[in-house]
């Protein structure tokens, strides 16, 4: 079993950044890799990115390459995603997620942190 708690969002300026915190507890071991997700209102949830735990190897969506950085802190069972240069279309709820084996679903979800990009 693994949870998964998310922190960090909140309201900020179109062009402010933010970083999201994903903390894990449980058998974080079991991670393969844990990713970040969001869903604005009336969409539907897409992937933005995702972290290998056990080498790091990272992976983005078109959306937020170049502004977005995903980071793991293996000591703290702590996955972060830096966002910069955000803009009022990254309004949405972010969720993290765990996935327990290579090209499997992603088994455990967090909660979710709201993030409103005001324009």
């Known amino acids: 079993q693994v949870q998964l708690v998310e922190s960090g969002g909140g309201l900020v300026q179109a062009g402010g950044s933010l970083r999201l915190s994903c903390a894990a507890s449980?058998?974080?071991?079991?991670?393969?890799?844990v990713g970040w997700f969001r869903q604005a209102p009336g969409k539907e949830r897409e992937f933005v990115a995702r972290?290998?735990?056990?080498?790091?190897?990272?992976a983005y969506s078109d959306s937020v390459k170049g502004r977005f950085t995903i980071s793991r802190d293996s000591a703290k069972n702590t996955v972060y995603l830096q966002m910069n240069s955000l803009k009022p279309e990254d309004t949405a709820v972010y969720y993290c997620?765990?996935?327990?084996?290579?090209?499997?679903?992603?088994?455990?979800w967090g909660q979710g942190t709201q993030v409103t990009v005001s324009s």
């Open positions: 997620a765990c996935d327990r084996t290579p090209g499997g679903a992603y088994d455990y």
């Open positions: 449980g058998r974080t071991f079991s991670c393969y890799r």
């Open positions: 972290i290998i735990w056990s080498d790091g190897t990272t």
